[in-house]
Nanobody, 123 residues
Framework: QVQLVESGGGLVQAGGSLRLSCAAS????????MGWFRQRPGKEREFVAA????????YYADSVKGRFTISRDNAKNTVYLQMNSLKPEDTAVYYC????????????????WGQGTQVTVSS
């Protein structure tokens, strides 16, 4: 079992930046991947970005490519989501999660979730 704790959310003006953190503890497999997801008001939870603990190319949703960057610090068991050029439509609760699946862009493939952190972007 893996425990995940997100932090770093808040209120920011459009065009601003935030960095989210996801601290993982427990049994972490090196071939697993960490993903960031978000749930906007009235919408289903959606994939944002993912990265494997072992490295490799990160994955991004088209809506955040070029603005968001996912990274990891294996020594700290922490994954980050740097969010730049934020837009009001980025307002959502952001969650991190872990998967051992090969396909990391599918929400249903993730089985451990954090509690979420609210990001609000004002126009």
């Amino acid at each position: 079992q893996v425990q995940l704790v997100e932090s770093g959310g808040g209120l920011v003006q459009a065009g601003g930046s935030l960095r989210l953190s996801c601290a993982a503890s427990g049994r972490i497999f090196s071939n697993s991947a960490m993903g960031w997801f978000r749930q906007r008001p009235g919408k289903e939870r959606e994939f944002v970005a993912a990265i494997r603990w072992s490295g490799g190319v990160p994955y991004y949703a088209d809506s955040v490519k070029g603005r968001f960057t996912i990274s990891r610090d294996n020594a700290k068991n922490t994954v980050y989501l740097q969010m730049n050029s934020l837009k009001p439509e980025d307002t959502a609760v952001y969650y991190c999660a872990v998967t051992s699946a090969l396909v990391v862009v599918i929400t249903a493939n993730y089985d451990n979730w954090g509690q979420g952190t609210q990001v609000t972007v004002s126009s």
